[in-house]
């Protein structure tokens, strides 16, 4: 497979696989669907594939497939596969109800993953990297731009959303973008907090 990289997706259950497929596209994330007699050539050229999504099957091992494939992360779909998230190349489990968060964060988990591993392409990258942020739509490349320009500043910065909607991963890349990048980031959740106390802080 040649191409930009993508995430691949192998499971008996049709329903299932395509409703996952249609919920990595709605968050632009490139995926494809393949069957059992073409994932091996698909698994192979490392540098092309973001993640081996991996699912049910009644016909092949999903433990050599994980073990023959080191440098490949693999996300598991389904609870049945959860004895296999041991393997030091399984990233985590993805499970039903899709979750547009967790699914996001679990594709970023496997794009660190290959930056990371030894003799990556991208292990010694000089560009800003974007902790939790992927994507390459125009609403998240404004998001980017608007964190460098506020994380060189020392402005206080508002960050306005509905809950669950990635405030916290927009406030954590602010601050490693920012000269504070090598002091803590503490999260504070301010709906706890009195709003007396909070004005006084």
């Given at each position: 497979?040649?191409?930009?990289?993508k995430v691949?997706?192998?499971?008996?259950?049709?329903?299932?696989?395509?409703?996952?497929?249609?919920?990595?596209?709605?968050?632009?994330?490139?995926?494809?669907?393949?069957?059992?007699?073409?994932?091996?050539?698909?698994?192979?050229?490392v540098d092309?594939?973001?993640?081996?999504?991996?699912?049910?099957?009644?016909?092949?091992?999903?433990?050599?497939?994980?073990?023959?494939?080191?440098?490949?992360?693999?996300?598991?779909?389904?609870?049945?596969?959860?004895?296999?998230?041991?393997?030091?190349?399984?990233?985590?489990?993805?499970?039903?109800?899709?979750?547009?968060?967790?699914?996001?964060?679990?594709?970023?988990?496997?794009?660190?993953?290959?930056?990371?591993?030894?003799?990556?392409?991208?292990?010694?990258?000089?560009?800003?990297?974007?902790?939790?942020?992927?994507?390459?739509?125009?609403?998240?490349?404004?998001?980017?731009?608007?964190?460098?320009?506020?994380?060189?500043?020392?402005?206080?910065?508002?960050?306005?959303?509905?809950?669950?909607?990635?405030?916290?991963?927009?406030?954590?890349?602010?601050?490693?973008?920012?000269?504070?990048?090598?002091?803590?980031?503490?999260?504070?959740?301010?709906?706890?907090?009195?709003?007396?106390?909070?004005?006084?802080?």
């Amino acid at each position: 497979m040649t191409g930009p990289s993508k995430v691949l997706i192998f499971d008996e259950n049709q329903s299932r696989a395509q409703a996952l497929s249609t919920s990595l596209t709605f968050i632009d994330e490139a995926n494809q669907i393949v069957s059992e007699q073409d994932y091996k050539k698909y698994a192979l050229p490392v540098d092309c594939v973001t993640s081996f999504i991996l699912g049910a099957s009644s016909s092949i091992e999903h433990e050599t497939i994980i073990r023959e494939n080191p440098a490949i992360p693999f996300l598991l779909l389904g609870e049945t596969l959860k004895p296999l998230l041991s393997l030091a190349n399984v990233i985590g489990l993805i499970s039903e109800p899709f979750n547009y968060v967790l699914t996001t964060q679990l594709i970023h988990d496997c794009q660190e993953y290959h930056r990371l591993i030894p003799g990556s392409q991208n292990s010694n990258r000089g560009s800003k990297h974007f902790d939790g942020l992927i994507g390459e739509t125009l609403s998240i490349k404004n998001i980017r731009f608007l964190i460098e320009q506020v994380a060189i500043t020392n402005a206080n910065v508002l960050i306005l959303g509905e809950s669950g909607t990635g405030k916290e991963v927009v406030a954590r890349n602010i601050h490693l973008l920012s000269k504070r990048e090598n002091g803590p980031f503490v999260p504070v959740n301010c709906g706890a907090i009195p709003a007396e106390l909070l004005e006084s802080e």
